[in-house]
């Protein structure tokens, strides 16, 4: 095969893949929601999951081509586990948003784990100062109150969680579409034996 050949054959599949992965972000993403970044990396982090439900389209389509029709009843099994494992994985995404973001200006904000100098002496200063306040008291300077490093390795942490979630749960949803997908000779064979 050329590559000119190779190229578009790869385009068909990629559309196809394409497709099916834009119906599960419009499922999974009204409930996993992307992490509270600023806009340019929520895209970003948004762009990763889309192709991450592409790639699980594409894992999935090749487990099932080359699995006997006899043996797809194992998908069933397969979404049982990995809904469990997404939903465990669900809860821990939303904790450590919970733990890793605070409210600021009516919108949640990633914050670190560690505080600078400056952070350390002003909650010393203000005991019982919640996350918000902090950062109100600041006008949102977040980077005043937490290290950066701390700032980016909450960033990173979210991030994948939210790509683990995500990916989980795309994988549950095409396994149980698998599940309950009859071979096409089962479908033919009860409707010539009822008709």
């Known amino acids: 095969m050329d590559l000119a050949r190779w190229l ?11 497709a099916a992965a834009g119906f599960l972000v419009g499922i999974v993403g009204t409930f996993v929601v992307a992490p509270p970044f600023e806009a340019a990396d929520e ?10 439900a592409a790639a699980m389209v594409g894992l999935v389509f090749a487990a ?16 049982g586990v990995v809904f469990v494992m997404a939903s ?11 733990l890793r973001s605070c409210i600021y200006n009516g919108q949640r904000v990633v914050i670190g784990t560690q505080y600078t ?10 005991d019982g100062i919640t996350c918000e306040m902090l950062i109100a008291d600041h006008a949102g300077a977040i980077e005043e109150l937490w290290t950066r490093e701390s700032i980016v390795a909450s960033r990173s942490l979210l991030g994948g969680a939210y790509l683990v979630t995500f990916a ?13 997908r009859l071979p096409p ?3 033919r064979g009860r409707q010539s034996q009822g008709g």
């Open 117 to 126: 100098p400056h952070g350390d002496s002003y909650v010393r200063q203000h």
């Open 8 to 18: 578009g054959h790869l385009k068909r599949h990629w559309t196809k893949l394409a």
């Open 168 to 180: 989980l749960f795309a994988m549950a949803i095409l396994s149980v579409l698998e599940a309950i």
């Open 185 to 187: 000779s089962r479908r």
């Open 43 to 52: 895209a970003i982090w948004r762009g990763m999951a889309q192709f991450s």
């Open 88 to 98: 465990v994985v669900f809860v821990a995404y939303q904790h450590i948003v919970g």
């Open 64 to 79: 099932v081509r080359f699995n006997a029709p006899r043996k797809r009843f194992h998908w069933a099994g397969v979404a």
